[in-house]
Each structure stands twice: as structure tokens, then as C-alpha cells.
């Protein structure tokens, strides 16, 4: 069995299909690694919800301002074109329809993309920050799998949630470390396949149906 | 001559009516950035009772809002992210069942305390409908749309901080320490504002909360 996508891989992968001009907000983790992806001449403003347009990389060692962080409390920089505000502005932009793209983690994501990335059974206290007005508001909705099934071989794409909701019907998309998946009304459909996957062994490794698109997309291994 | 500016911090919350047992705080900050620590602390050695805190976050480390629930003062806090690195103070009284929890979308949560500022009794949001978020909620449909009621968010007190202030409260904030606190500055019948510098005039065409929001202020150096 060939390893699947590097996390950088399945990042530049998701940048790819980031339209110039978008305004992005990154999830906390994997997806942050999609601004270090995007394509050459590409332009997208980075949103991060603590009140921040134009998120630019960490700071060099010794630079970092603790009045500019990112909404995982990390210390960033901000970029030509920046802006600050409040944080009932910050959300007005996500609920409003003004964000482009939201690319966020999973735990679960079911076929008529349902979303389960908050809440694990066991957790001490229940912690929810931004995620279910992100997956309500943006235009899209992307999730990032590091991994296509769980550590435990389980499915992560099913096909219905057991974990509590995020929110209902919001994934349009889902890249994993095997493939690339729209979430589709007639289900879901692969567009991309890792390169020496064969179709049977990611249906084998997902929850739901799978149909594969006629033109289907070969990613190469690193 | 209208004058908000406090000699201390002791001063700035003495004789303040709506500090007292069973208020409602609502506590600026995001992480680490905008947090009021200097309010905060001076607010635990009051030996108040029964406080609700509203807030972003539930502190880390011993510091400034974890000081507070430490004093023993706090008995209920509405919070978006309260489990986080270094929570451990808020981690202590929740899980011995000596501290009531209500979970709020970060959305959510600054939209019920814009509305509380701007005398809206509640509103009919997208976020956290189809989730356990939403039990028992007024659930209304919009133009084939699902959306929750939640109710507006109002403190007895605000504790904010900003970068600079003038003598009428006009407050300025730095980069991503804005957050919560021009939000919460209105939201509160004493909003009470550390202030890293004070300033003889914020220039009107830059003010971030005009200073109708605020009553009390003191300058704190950091």
C-alpha cells in the first residue's frame, strides 16, 4: 500500500482551487498551510476571526507582537492590504456571506455533508469557538483530512454523522491524503485519486457511496 | 469639565453600584490579546459572589480572568472556547462541579452582546442550526432557510482594555487586541477601560469607541 499525500500535499492541492481575489479564513492546524501554497501571481486575503483581513506568515523569532495573533492564539504578521476590526464585524463577514472560502478540520463528514469537527464523547468541557458560524456563513465550505480514515482504520467520510453536529449539509468539498471529493446533491463524487489507489480501495476505506468522476485526476506521489 | 480618567485602578472600581454580587461582567480579550489583567486582578481581591463572566476564553496560566475564577467570585461563565492551553483554573472549578457552563458559538456570542449594546432583544441567526446548540431554541424559517433565536446579551459591567484614551473615554485599540472590547464597551451599564496610555485627544477620524460607551477609565502602562 503506497503512503498517501503529505499534509503540505493535500494543502498546495486545496490552494490550487482557490479562486484569485478570495477571501479565506484557514481553520486552526493543517489548513493554516494553505496560505504557505498558494500558486504564484495568486492573491487571497486571509481572514482570521479574532479580527484580522491580510493574516501574513509568523514573525522571525524575537518579532512577535503579542497585540497580532491568529484565532489559534499564535503570533502572525499582517500584510499590504490589512485591516483590523471588532469581532461582531469578524463575524458579520462570515455569517454575511463576505468569505469566499472556510477550510476547516473534520472528525466526521457525511454524504449530504454534514459536519461533526467540535465535540469528542469523553471531553471534559465542551469548546466550540468559531467553527459552526464559519461552516453557516462562508460560501464554501472545505474540509481537510490529514488522514482519509481514522487512526483506528474507521471511516472519517460517512455516511451519516455519529458525533455532534457542527452543521448540517455545509461541505462542499473534502481533501484527504487519498483523494479529492465534492460533495454533491446526488452524494459524493472523487475527482482527484492518488496515484497507485485504486477506486475500490478508497471505496473500501469510505463510509458512503463513492462515484468517480469520468475524468478523474491522477495525483502523483511525492 | 467631563473627566472619565481614574487615578488607580482601586479608585476606578470603587463606588461602582453595578460591581457587586450576582453581576454580570462581560470580560474583554481573545487568548492573550485585549485581556483587561490588570481590572481582572484588582476585581478578584473584592471578594465578590456569584459573578457571571462573559468572555471569549476561560484564562490561562494564574493570570487575570483565571485569578478571578481562582478568588472563588465567579459561579457562572458564558464562553466560547473555554478549554484551551493552560486553562487550568477554569479547568479546576469546572470539573468540581463548581462552575456553571453555557457554550456559545464565538459568533454568536458577539452578536448577543452587539445586540445588547444596540437595544435588540434578540435575533434569528444561521449558526449552530441542526446542532445540539440549538435545543430548545426558537427555530424560524427565512426564505427556505433555518435560523436559531438567541437572545441579546447585556452586562451589569464591561472590563475592557485599549491602547489609548482621552479624557471623554474615546478609546483606541492595537491590532488584533480590539476583539471583544469595542463590542463589549456598549453592551454594559459600567464599561470600565484600562488604558495603556492615556492621551490628550484621540483624534476624532481614528476612534474606535466613542466615548459615549464609557464611564470609567485608568491607565495602565502595558
Known sequence: MSAGL???????????DLPDGAYV?????????????????????????????GMGPAPAPGAEDPDLINAGKQPVSVLPGGAFFHHADSFAMIRGGHIDVSILGAYEVAANGDL?????????????????DLVAGAKQVWVMLAAHVGKDGAPRIVERCTLPLTGPACVNRIYTDLAVIDVTPDGLLVTDLLEGTSEEALQAKTGARLRFAPALRRLPQA | MIDKRYRGVAE?????????????VLVAGFGDAGVPVVLLEAVSELGLRNL?????????????LAKLLRSGSVSRIVCSFPRSAGSVAFEALYDAGRLDLEVVPQGTLAERIRAGGAGIPAFFTPTAYGTELAAGKEVREFEGRHYVMERAIRGDVALIHAATGDRWGNLT????????????????????????RFVDEVPPETVVTPGIFVQRMVEVGV
Open chain 2, 12 to 24: 476606578a472600581l470603587a463606588h461602582c453600584p453595578d460591581l457587586r454580587d450576582g453581576a454580570v
Open chain 2, 173 to 196: 485599540y492595537a491590532k488584533t487586541a480590539r476583539n471583544f472590547n469595542p463590542v463589549m464597551a456598549t453592551a454594559a451599564s459600567t464599561t470600565i477601560a484600562e488604558v495603556r
Open chain 2, 52 to 64: 457571571t463572566i462573559v468572555s471569549n476564553n476561560a484564562g490561562s496560566g494564574e493570570q487575570g
Open chain 1, 116 to 132: 461533526a469537527n467540535w465535540a469528542l464523547p469523553g471531553a471534559k468541557a465542551p469548546a466550540v469557538g468559531g467553527a459552526m
Open chain 1, 6 to 16: 503529505s499534509p503540505d500535499a493535500i494543502a498546495a492541492r486545496a490552494a490550487e
Open chain 1, 25 to 53: 479564513n484557514l481553520g486552526i492546524g493543517m489548513p493554516m498551510r494553505v496560505a504557505e501554497h498558494l500558486p504564484a501571481g495568486r492573491e487571497c486575503i486571509m481572514h482570521s476571526e479574532n479580527g484580522l483581513l
